[in-house]
């Protein structure tokens, strides 16, 4: 779509990076704008000594660092564009993907620049930069030539529409997103210095850093998400909305942050995955904040159905589990699951969305989803998440949100693991909760049966610390697959 008129973008960031005061609070210090300056001016200087064309893609792969925040801006401000990549990773799985990046050039931290990613950018011919407090320097100087790519942030999906792949988000859409920004700061004189606790890599990220540290706003910096550093954060700058990953609800409960501490906050909100009912009204409960939803992803452009807590008020809690209804203009319909015609009201299938930022075409997800009478939008799973147990379909959604009710488990996820007999069989890895003993896969299993299909029983189970995280802090499935497969036993032994 074509860029807003009104806001240009290199524009807005050289008139952020020209501002004095302080900018970033990161690990309780403040670096000013003179500190970001010297960053983003290093960089600059870094890229015109690589060589590279200016219309040649950047691969960027930012931590949640003071450094890569202020590195973002220079690239942002040259029209580059910028295809993201995670750091958060081993070695060997950066430099595979190094080589997939199709990019002139590769910006992270020092420390992530280890002998196989040099390596592999040497073979890609990729000039390498490196970020440190002190600014950035060339390690490698690159020298291969690249096909010249449209201005775009390319960033990775976490899967709606199918498996992860790249899906570019046009300079026109991050000027939208600012426009927000700027409407929103003259609206609000004493808006507060905002959080950034989500990966700058993902659309959440940069949306977040587009409507605040790009419109001039001071934000605090979270490495990511922690408990400790969002508290301090309401404690401190008492903000009267506040938000985080789905995951962060049962976080907070577990750590029984006082009420008082979050006597600022008027509404919660989040997104990015399905949240427990029971979760939800145990925080809504406590603390006496009530939870709104969103739903969006990458392909989107961001969120495009939203719960508010006027539409909470009016319709009560009849919609608390419902992520809203659209808004600026989206468009939200349900197809069957076989893919034919469109569901009735209140029939789940399969989510359809038309996000005006992306243009006007209907986006086909793997979201399980149905639409009631009032145009309220309910999620109910991923259609490609369902394990198939002999003739039997479990989605692991409803198992989960059966077994979150045991007094003894903050959290669990369940999947499907292959089984010659009955082609998959769904196993669970398990969080005690804080102080409780852990529960073996006996007690698991005996519970499992009292409240649940016999067909949805988890065959295995895997008692773990914690639950492995991507760096949206979303459950990594793939990661507790590996620990199920290692760890997961049955309750016979």
């Keep these: 779509m074509d860029e807003t008129p009104a806001i240009d973008v290199p524009a807005i960031c050289r008139a952020a990076l020209a501002q004095e005061g302080d900018a970033i609070r990161f690990e309780g210090r403040w670096s000013g704008w003179a500190d970001v300056r010297r960053i983003a001016q290093a960089v600059e200087r870094a890229l015109t000594a690589s060589a590279i064309a200016a219309d040649a893609p950047v691969a960027f792969a930012p931590r949640n660092t003071p450094g890569s925040l202020a590195a973002f801006l220079p690239l942002l401000a040259q029209r580059r564009r910028i295809v993201m990549a995670y750091p958060f990773q081993s070695a060997e799985a950066l430099a595979k993907m190094v080589g997939t990046l199709q990019a002139a050039a590769l910006i992270m931290d020092r420390g992530d620049f280890t002998p196989p990613v040099m390596a592999a950018m040497a073979k890609a011919g990729m000039a390498g930069i490196a970020l440190g407090d002190d600014g950035a320097e060339l390690l490698a100087p690159g020298g291969g030539t690249c096909a010249p790519q449209p201005p775009a942030v390319v960033l990775l999906t976490s899967g709606t529409t199918g498996p992860p792949k790249h899906f570019p988000i046009g300079y026109g859409v991050i000027a939208g997103y600012i426009a927000q920004g700027l409407a929103q700061a003259k609206a609000d004189a004493m808006r507060p210095t905002s959080l950034l606790c989500f990966p700058l890599s993902n659309v959440t990220g940069l949306y977040s850093i587009a409507t605040s540290f790009l419109c001039g706003q001071k934000v605090v910096l979270l490495e990511r998400f922690s408990v400790e550093g969002w508290r301090d954060y309401v404690v401190q700058y008492r903000p009267v909305a506040g938000g985080g990953p789905p995951a962060s609800l049962s976080m907070i409960l577990q750590r029984r942050i006082p009420r008082g501490d979050l006597a600022s906050l008027r509404v919660f909100s989040t997104g990015a995955a399905p949240v427990d009912a029971g979760v939800r009204e145990r925080f809504e409960e406590t603390y006496g904040i009530p939870v709104v939803q969103t739903y969006g992803a990458t392909e989107f452009g961001g969120p495009?159905?939203?719960?508010?807590?006027?539409?909470?008020?009016?319709?009560?809690?009849?919609?608390?589990?419902?992520?809203?209804?659209?808004?600026?203009?989206?468009?939200?319909?349900?197809?069957?699951?076989?893919?034919?015609?469109?569901?009735?009201?209140?029939e789940v299938g399969l989510v359809e969305v038309v996000s005006p930022r992306m243009g006007t075409d209907w986006i086909a997800t793997s979201d399980l989803g149905s639409i009631d009478a009032d145009g309220f939008l309910f999620l109910h799973g991923r259609a490609d998440g369902a394990i198939m147990r002999g003739g039997f379909k479990i989605v692991p959604e409803t198992v989960e949100a059966a077994m979150l009710a045991h007094p003894d488990i903050a959290e669990i996820a369940v999947l499907g693991l292959p089984d010659e007999r009955l082609h998959e069989l769904p196993v669970a890895a398990v969080v005690p909760a804080q102080g409780c003993a852990a529960p073996t896969p006996q007690m698991l299993d005996q519970y499992a049966r009292a409240c649940l299909p016999a067909t949805h029983v988890p065959a295995r189970w895997a008692i773990v610390d914690a639950l492995p995280r991507t760096v949206s802090f979303k459950t990594d499935r793939a990661a507790v697959r590996e620990i199920c497969e290692a760890q997961a036993v049955s309750p016979g032994r």
Excluded: E, H, N
């Excluded at 809690?317 to 893919?339: E, N, T």
């Design 304 to 346: 495009v159905c939203a719960m508010t807590p006027d539409l909470l008020r009016r319709y009560g809690k009849a919609k608390s589990a419902s992520v809203g209804r659209p808004f600026g203009g989206a468009q939200i319909r349900i197809r069957q699951s076989d893919g034919g015609s469109l569901a009735d009201r209140g």
